[in-house]
């Protein structure tokens, strides 16, 4: 009934930027929280940066300074532009949230993952 969509994804340079983005989509009545998780191969899924719907935003150490988290709520979709990318920021990046729907409680929803490559 719910599906989250990310694109923007791909291989880019040391000191590259990409802009990831991820829709929200189907029978949704509410959003609350959405974000960015990312695993890495060999690596357990970890928080990138989340946005509940009061506005403020949490983000990995690693990645604070560098990343930037926003939502349109019109358009039920979250941002992720990621700047000065470093190699170990290579992994697969998530879209999550938190939706409730119109015929269920809120309940936690991800995206297939779109694959961020940063290399030279």
């Known amino acids: 009934q719910v599906q989250l969509v990310e694109s923007g994804g791909g291989l880019v340079q040391p000191g590259g930027s990409l802009r990831l983005s991820c829709a929200a989509s189907g029978s949704i009545d509410s959003i609350y929280a959405m974000g960015w998780y990312r695993q890495a191969p060999g690596k357990e899924r970890e928080m990138v940066a989340a946005m509940p719907s009061g506005g403020s935003t949490n983000y990995a150490d690693s990645v604070k300074g560098r990343f930037t988290i926003s939502r349109d709520n019109a358009q039920n979709t979250v941002t992720l532009q990621m700047n000065s990318l470093k190699p170990e920021d290579t992994a697969v990046y998530y879209c999550?949230?938190?939706?409730?729907?119109?015929?269920?409680?809120?309940?936690?929803?991800w995206g297939k993952g779109t694959l961020v490559t940063v290399s030279s």
């Open positions: 999550n949230a938190v939706i409730k729907t119109t015929t269920r409680g809120p309940m936690n929803y």
